[in-house]
């Protein structure tokens, strides 16, 4: 199963310019070879995007995409993650989800398809990715 990030999801729905041509790739190879999904997390990302969680799903509808809980187990992982990163001196402009996002993909063995991959290769390196580059 791949877990899509917001950001791709958002390329393909916003008409990216520079970006759409790559996410809807992947994500279509995706889909092909396997089961797309997106989490709680990845879901309100969306909702920024949209005045409603109803306008959202009709954006969505007809795409083959589950929708998974978020695990307890990759609540540690996701915290070691974000405290390390700020040890490291790392912004607040990361925040907390980003890294409950790679610790879900990373705990429950799925692929994470983002655009946004050097914090995850840094923080999750056995992690499955699909990125550009």
Not at 50 to 61: G, P, Q
Not at 89 to 99: A, E
Not at 100 to 108: D, E, P, S, V
Request: hydrophobic residues 40%; neutral net charge.
């Amino acid at each position: 199963m791949v877990l899509v990030d917001a950001n791709v999801i958002l390329d393909i729905l916003t008409n990216d310019p520079n970006w759409r041509p790559w996410s809807e790739e992947r994500f279509l190879e995706s889909i092909e070879t396997d089961q797309a999904a997106v989490n709680p997390i990845i879901y309100s990302e969306l909702c920024a995007a949209y005045r409603s969680a109803t306008e959202l799903d009709r954006a969505l509808a007809g795409w083959p995409v589950q929708r998974l809980t978020l695990p307890y187990d990759a609540a540690i992982p996701a915290s070691q993650a974000f405290v390390r990163y700020r040890k490291e001196g790392g912004q607040r402009r990361s925040p907390l989800p980003d890294f409950y996002i790679g610790a879900h993909a990373q705990t429950a063995g799925l692929t994470l398809l983002t655009r946004d991959a050097a914090r995850y290769r840094t923080y999750f390196p056995k992690l499955r990715l699909i990125a550009p580059g």
